[in-house]
């Protein structure tokens, strides 16, 4: 195996034999003509790809995907079916509660019981045991039988081990999601801090910490590749289907603008945007100016006002509409996210054959250089329960551009106001 690569996996399988009868199982081992008595189900199938030295890649996919039987089989827990599989260094991993541990040992003997497993001796312990007890912060329960722990104290402890073991690849399966608010922060700075010479594999269903802290991100779906790409990418498809259970489409931006109506600049949507909905309404433009629609804005410098400006044809009636966008930077973490139902600007329904042009007012924030892109929507219905009409990613990329002590700043985005004009 290549030296750069640290898990390769090729073809890998995962084969259960579901059984409706416990005696189907002896049945089909006695029996001489090799009935089958089981249904095959396949936890993963075919599953291939390589992730380099110093990677951190995400997994996502909704329960029953095959995440957790991907990590299990790559850490050693489970023999996979058929395929190959090849691991370049330690691997210390966080999977389910329990994995690890003896729950009738105390927190101080699963430390040293653990770093046994991980082929750290007892002297390498000594001199990080205490380093693991501060990060874990569990107080006297350390000296405690870990059975009695609750879930949050347990992955403390089992966290703050397997990151001071000094593993090649720190492997964590969703663990942190039962951590208190603090101590998931206090988590993901760690992580942040070890990635630059770790590899992590990083499994949650929360797709800002994926965004965040992941290089490239794996989409499985019934046990099977579905899209290996940027994080920006994987996601925004990942959430289309999540959410709406399609694919996104592909938008050729040739409809027309019509020429009489009135804020003419607004730019129609550019061509191959990826967008999705039910198709009640089409977002047909958008674009940033200055405030009071003075000129369009491709870069400016944060801290000034601006109106993002949408077009919307009505395809049929919409009773309850609800219009919003959300900015995000280029690796697709989210900055600003809001929405009419949010800022309680309700707006009366619209019928088939109206020309909707809306007009968020806002301070733009102050925020780092770098690029950020809105996408924009419209839907029906009320803020927790609604169908959406027309979501359309990536309209508009803006490039945050200053050269003063504030370059590196973040800030808030306080509204001003919203218009909005039917025809």
Request: hydrophobic share 40%; with cysteine.
């Amino acid at each position: 195996m290549d030296k750069d690569i640290d898990i390769k996996v090729e073809n890998v399988s995962k084969l259960y034999k579901l059984y409706d009868k416990p005696i189907d199982r002896l049945k089909e081992a006695i029996n001489p003509f090799r009935k089958k008595y089981h249904k095959a189900f396949y936890a993963l199938k075919d599953v291939s790809f390589n992730i380099r030295k110093g990677e951190a890649v995400g997994i996502i996919g909704q329960n029953g995907s095959g995440k957790s039987t991907l990590l299990q089989i790559i850490t050693g827990v489970l023999s996979h079916t058929s395929g190959n599989l090849a691991v370049n260094g330690k691997i210390s991993a966080l999977l389910e509660l329990g994995t690890g541990f003896n729950p009738e040992l105390t927190g101080i003997e699963n430390i040293y019981f653990y770093g046994a497993i991980m082929g750290v001796n007892k002297g390498e312990m000594d001199k990080r045991i205490d380093e693991i007890i501060s990060f874990a912060d569990i107080g006297e329960f350390v000296h405690q039988p870990v059975k009695v722990y609750s879930s949050g104290m347990f992955v403390k402890l089992a966290f703050s081990v397997a990151i001071n073991v000094q593993p090649d690849i720190l492997i964590v399966d969703e663990a942190l999601a039962v951590g208190d608010i603090r101590f998931q922060q206090k988590c993901y700075r760690k992580i942040k801090e070890i990635k630059t010479d770790k590899t992590i594999l990083f499994v949650s269903h929360d797709l800002g910490a994926v965004t965040n802290f992941c290089d490239r991100v794996i989409w499985l779906n019934d046990g099977e590749i579905i899209e290996d790409d940027t994080p920006a990418k994987v996601i925004k498809n990942y959430y289309t289907y999540m959410v709406y259970n399609s694919e996104n489409d592909i938008i050729d931006s040739e409809m027309a603008i019509d020429e009489n109506h009135s804020l003419m600049d607004i730019d129609p949507l550019p061509e191959g945007v990826a967008s999705f909905g039910e198709g009640a309404a089409k977002i047909i433009g958008a674009s940033l100016f200055k405030h009071k629609l003075q000129s369009k804005i491709k870069v400016l410098e944060g801290g000034e006002k601006v109106d993002l400006v949408a077009r919307i044809k009505l395809n049929d009636y919409i009773d309850s509409p609800i219009i919003g966008f959300t900015m995000k930077n280029k690796i697709g973490f989210t900055i600003l996210s809001t929405n009419t139902a949010v800022l309680r600007r309700n707006i009366e329904p619209l019928q088939k054959g109206d020309t909707l042009i809306v007009r968020f007012s806002f301070m733009f924030p102050n925020i780092k250089n770098d690029y950020y892109i809105f996408s924009l929507a419209i839907a029906n219905g009320t803020l927790h329960n609604h169908i959406q009409h027309h979501w359309v990613h990536d309209v508009i990329i803006v490039e945050v551009r200053r050269n003063d002590q504030f370059a590196e700043c973040h800030g808030l985005c306080v509204f001003d106001d919203i218009d909005i004009e039917v025809s």
